[in-house]
């Protein structure tokens, strides 16, 4: 159990284009869902925190407009990156939480496989 | 940085020796957790260890925790090429579950 997924896997696309990620919880409902950005050899950063419902709560120095985030269900959690440039270029991974479960299940992120962005 | 570190950063060992990874944070915990990605893939969740406790296993896998230190490490006993992987630890930043990840050990096992 536990399986979150991400779609799509890899997307090369041309600046200035928008790219949607979607991030899904398979057999769970996840009260809430993160958004991380790694970089190649580095650790991951989370960007965001986006809670079904309500509007996402955003790290410091993401920009909110660039980076849109809706959790329109408790198994759906979307990024759009808007007009991507190639610094935008990164392997972006979402995980979530498992909904109103205590002990160490309910504390442990699970993770999707990850979505490879390429801005050309 | 809120982040953690992790040393060593990178870590090459033959199959069958033991591989132990280092953690320290800054700030109190309610848990620490450690998880691995294998080469372009998510994060795998191995071990959650709480604050309470000093020492955890699964498997191949022995956490040690020392909060009075601060620090954590995981060892991987009898490693196989499959272990092959980044390593982090992760904290819990705040009530809302957040993770702060640690820079991560690069484990290669070589046959």
């Known amino acids: 159990g536990a399986v979150v997924s991400q779609h799509p896997s890899w997307v090369i696309c041309k600046s200035g284009t928008s790219v949607k990620i979607e991030c899904r919880s398979l057999d769970f409902q996840a009260t809430t869902m993160f958004w991380y950005r790694q970089f190649p050899k580095q650790s991951l950063m989370l960007m965001a925190t986006s809670n079904e419902g309500s509007k996402a709560t955003y790290e410091q120095g993401v920009e909110k407009d660039k980076f849109l985030i809706n959790h329109a269900s408790l198994t759906l959690s979307t990024l759009t990156v808007t007009s991507a440039h190639p610094e935008d270029s990164s392997f972006y991974i979402c995980?979530?939480?498992?909904?109103?479960?205590?002990?160490?299940?309910?504390?442990?992120?699970?993770f999707g496989p990850g979505t490879r962005l390429l801005v050309l | 940085s809120q982040q953690g570190e992790e040393d060593p950063q990178a870590l090459s060992i033959q199959e069958g020796e033991n591989a132990t990874m280092n953690c320290s944070y800054k700030t109190s915990i309610n848990n620490l957790q450690w998880y691995r990605q294998n080469s372009g893939r998510g994060l795998v969740h191995l071990i959650l260890i709480r604050s309470n406790e000093r020492e955890k296993h699964s498997g191949r896998l022995r956490v040690t925790l020392d909060t009075s230190k601060k620090s954590s490490s995981l060892l991987i006993t009898a490693s196989r090429a499959a272990d092959t992987a980044s390593y982090f630890c992760?904290?819990?930043?705040?009530?809302?579950?957040?993770?702060?990840f640690g820079q991560g050990t690069e484990l290669s096992v070589k046959p």
């Open positions: 992760a904290r819990v930043y705040n009530q809302g579950g957040k993770l702060i």
């Open positions: 995980s979530a939480r498992v909904m109103r479960l205590a002990g160490p299940r309910g504390e442990t992120q699970y």
